[in-house]
């Protein structure tokens, strides 16, 4: 019997779609790899659940940190791009697959632009540059001023509409299809009423994002709740360093803001901007070697240190002193713009800012093309865990990354589809649709901004696991916002069970009980769901393909 469209309790899929490859989002990662599997023969479909152009990464401002021979100076080099980036990543990065990803990066921006991707040219033609924190050079190339990953977003959405690539939009992916043998052969979806569907595929790639909406205030979209990270540990994927979010150090503060809050990209810092606190004193001085510029985690967790002494009285907010940048209008028309909504001039008033949730540097473990643990189940872009950003993302690395690995996942897959390695779609079976246990978002996310965010010790973490185990429901309704919550639900319970195991601090995991690294934690944590759906630990899975 056909379920009613307006049933929320309905879990039967009333409609059914096939494919080779399944591709969940629709952001960098997403539409690059869509396009690129297209153009390989593959029958493609895109699943969005919101309007195409609306992932995060139209929100990144900064750039993409990329070395082009022709177009840079020569002191610089993808060698040492690479050094950054392994610096950055407090000793976790994976060092092979940080430099193969790396070195993708010309190749991979000059199809972007060829594709029709305009980037900030300086006066003699070549490409603008600027520095963003932890980078030893001018390698950050950006468009409209602080909008790349607009003008991304925009050239690739313009080609795969040229492409005729099938997109469905505000359909949310929620479990994956699996045959008797532990293949991945399709995912269940809910469209916008929460009509379920079911989408066959040999090959599922979750292209989703991140994990920013745990939090109460970060720079990712409302729809960032990881629906792909759960999806997979569903599936039966490992995840790697979860506890690793990176907080960005400069979000607009405003007071009593919850959600996503505007961004003050670092490149504004990289343009000679400071941060000062309530009484006007700099807030990094003494703290790095590189000052203002030092890698993301050092500066956020300097801020937070820098309001908990509230000095000037100020204790839940710093200042960005921009007002010595000749042009900020111009250079910088997004953050000039936000600011003004505040009454703000950047041009002669300090700009109140304060960390946010913004990345999350682990994911899905995966190859540098994508394969995860689990056959016919691929991860790109923030979702993922290739090994490029260890303990710590190196400023603009996340859109090169999704450039690069898009590419390489959608040959992977075709490759792996001609070599007969994946799954006949017609042998996955329906998850069972049952309850969707969840906590309530709201407390959730105050639980993680008070215990798991900048700064956790092991009272605090055992006080979050506890308030989530006790606000644990079971909803009988399938609608977005349920799928949502239970996604978030197991993201924050993988969390803290990686985060109260860690007792050292390295790159965005700092504990104030364990303040200093510790060589013995020297390596990445695994993590699945056990056969109960709890989070536990777990031994790494040897992943075939490219290392």
Same mark, same amino acid.
């Given at each position: 019997?056909?379920?009613? /469209?307006?049933?929320?309790?309905?879990?039967?899929?009333?409609?059914?779609?096939?494919?080779?490859?399944?591709?969940?989002?629709?952001?960098?990662?997403?539409?690059?790899?869509?396009?690129?599997?297209?153009?390989?023969?593959?029958?493609?479909?895109?699943?969005?659940?919101?309007?195409?152009?609306?992932?995060?990464?139209?929100?990144? #401002?900064?750039?993409?940190?990329?070395?082009?021979?022709?177009?840079? !100076?020569?002191?610089?080099?993808?060698?040492?791009?690479?050094?950054?980036?392994?610096?950055?990543?407090? &000793?976790?990065?994976?060092?092979?697959?940080?430099?193969?990803? *790396?070195?993708?990066?010309?190749?991979?921006?000059?199809?972007?632009?060829?594709?029709?991707?305009?980037?900030?040219?300086?006066?003699?033609?070549?490409?603008?540059?600027?520095?963003?924190?932890?980078?030893?050079?001018?390698?950050?190339?950006?468009?409209?001023?602080?909008?790349?990953?607009?003008?991304?977003?925009?050239?690739?959405?313009?080609?795969?509409? #040229?492409?005729? =690539?099938?997109?469905?939009?505000?359909?949310?992916?929620?479990?994956?299809?699996?045959?008797?043998?532990?293949?991945?052969?399709?995912?269940?979806?809910?469209?916008?009423?929460?009509?379920?569907?079911?989408?066959?595929?040999?090959?599922?790639? *979750?292209?989703?994002?991140?994990?920013?909406?745990?939090? #109460?205030?970060?720079?990712?979209?409302?729809?960032?709740?990881?629906?792909?990270?759960?999806?997979?540990?569903?599936?039966?994927?490992?995840?790697?360093?979860?506890?690793?979010?990176?907080?960005?150090?400069?979000?607009?503060?405003?007071?009593?803001?919850?959600?996503?809050?505007? *961004?003050?990209?670092?490149?504004?810092?990289?343009?000679?901007?400071?941060?000062?606190?309530?009484?006007?004193?700099?807030?990094?001085?003494? /703290?790095?070697?590189? &000052?203002?510029?030092?890698?993301?985690?050092?500066?956020?967790?300097?801020?937070?240190?820098?309001?908990?002494?509230?000095?000037? &009285?100020?204790?839940?907010?710093?200042?960005? !002193?921009?007002?010595?940048?000749?042009?900020?209008?111009?250079?910088?028309?997004?953050?000039?713009?936000?600011?003004?909504?505040?009454?703000? !001039?950047?041009?002669? !008033?300090?700009?109140?800012?304060?960390?946010?949730?913004?990345?999350?540097?682990?994911?899905?473990?995966?190859? /540098?093309?994508?394969?995860?643990?689990?056959?016919?189940?691929?991860?790109?872009?923030?979702?993922?865990?290739?090994?490029?950003?260890?303990?710590?993302?190196?400023?603009?690395?996340?859109?090169?990354?999704?450039?690069?690995?898009?590419?390489?996942?959608?040959?992977?897959?075709?490759?792996?589809?001609?070599?007969?390695?994946?799954?006949?779609?017609?042998?996955?079976?329906?998850?069972?649709?049952?309850?969707?246990?969840?906590?309530?978002?709201?407390?959730?996310?105050?639980?993680?901004?008070?215990?798991?965010?900048?700064?956790?010790?092991?009272?605090?973490?055992?006080?979050?696991?506890?308030?989530?185990?006790?606000?644990?429901?079971?909803?009988? *309704?399938?609608?977005?916002?349920?799928?949502?919550?239970?996604?978030?639900?197991?993201?924050?319970?993988?969390?803290?069970?990686?985060? =109260?195991?860690?007792?050292?601090?390295?790159?965005?995991?700092?504990?104030?009980?364990?303040?200093?690294?510790?060589?013995?934690?020297?390596?990445?944590?695994?993590?699945?769901?056990?056969?109960?759906?709890?989070?536990?630990?777990?031994?790494?899975?040897?992943?075939?393909?490219?290392?």
């Amino acid at each position: 019997m056909t379920a009613p /469209v307006n049933d929320p309790q309905a879990k039967t899929p009333v409609w059914e779609a096939r494919a080779d490859l399944v591709v969940i989002g629709s952001g960098v990662a997403g539409l690059t790899a869509a396009l690129r599997a297209q153009a390989l023969g593959l029958h493609v479909l895109v699943v969005t659940k919101a309007a195409v152009a609306d992932g995060n990464t139209r929100w990144a #401002q900064g750039g993409v940190a990329v070395v082009l021979e022709n177009e840079h !100076d020569l002191d610089d080099s993808v060698a040492k791009h690479a050094e950054d980036t392994i610096t950055a990543g407090a &000793g976790l990065c994976d060092e092979v697959a940080a430099r193969s990803i *790396l070195d993708g990066g010309p190749a991979a921006v000059a199809r972007l632009r060829a594709d029709g991707a305009t980037f900030d040219s300086s006066g003699d033609g070549v490409l603008a540059r600027t520095r963003e924190g932890g980078h030893s050079a001018f390698r950050v190339i950006h468009a409209g001023g602080d909008a790349t990953g607009a003008e991304v977003e925009r050239a690739l959405v313009a080609q795969a509409g #040229q492409a005729r =690539v099938p997109v469905l939009e505000h359909h949310l992916a929620v479990d994956a299809l699996r045959t008797p043998g532990g293949r991945v052969a399709g995912v269940t979806v809910l469209d916008r009423h929460g009509v379920p569907g079911v989408v066959r595929a040999s090959a599922v790639l *979750l292209a989703s994002g991140g994990i920013g909406q745990l939090y #109460q205030a970060t720079s990712n979209p409302e729809i960032a709740t990881g629906d792909g990270l759960a999806l997979a540990l569903r599936a039966g994927a490992t995840v790697a360093d979860i506890e690793f979010v990176q907080f960005h150090p400069t979000v607009l503060y405003t007071p009593g803001a919850r959600g996503r809050c505007p *961004l003050v990209t670092e490149a504004v810092r990289g343009e000679g901007a400071t941060l000062v606190d309530g009484a006007g004193l700099p807030v990094m001085r003494g /703290v790095h070697p590189l &000052g203002d510029l030092a890698p993301r985690d050092v500066v956020s967790a300097a801020i937070t240190r820098r309001m908990a002494t509230a000095p000037g &009285g100020v204790d839940d907010h710093v200042f960005l !002193d921009a007002t010595g940048i000749a042009g900020f209008a111009q250079r910088f028309p997004t953050v000039f713009a936000a600011c003004g909504v505040l009454g703000l !001039d950047p041009a002669s !008033d300090p700009i109140p800012v304060t960390p946010a949730a913004h990345f999350s540097c682990g994911g899905v473990v995966t190859t /540098v093309d994508g394969r995860s643990s689990v056959p016919g189940l691929y991860a790109a872009g923030e979702v993922a865990r290739t090994g490029l950003h260890g303990a710590n993302r190196l400023a603009s690395n996340s859109l090169l990354e999704g450039l690069v690995v898009g590419q390489r996942v959608a040959e992977a897959v075709a490759a792996d589809l001609a070599a007969g390695l994946l799954a006949d779609p017609a042998r996955g079976r329906l998850p069972s649709w049952t309850t969707a246990r969840a906590a309530e978002r709201d407390s959730l996310q105050r639980v993680m901004s008070r215990y798991a965010a900048i700064g956790r010790d092991a009272d605090g973490l055992a006080a979050a696991g506890s308030a989530l185990d006790l606000s644990v429901e079971d909803s009988t *309704l399938w609608t977005h916002a349920a799928v949502e919550d239970a996604a978030l639900t197991v993201v924050a319970q993988a969390l803290l069970a990686a985060a =109260v195991r860690r007792t050292e601090s390295r790159g965005c995991h700092v504990r104030t009980d364990f303040p200093s690294p510790s060589e013995s934690w020297r390596r990445s944590q695994h993590i699945r769901l056990s056969p109960s759906g709890q989070p536990v630990l777990a031994d790494p899975i040897p992943l075939e393909g490219v290392a």
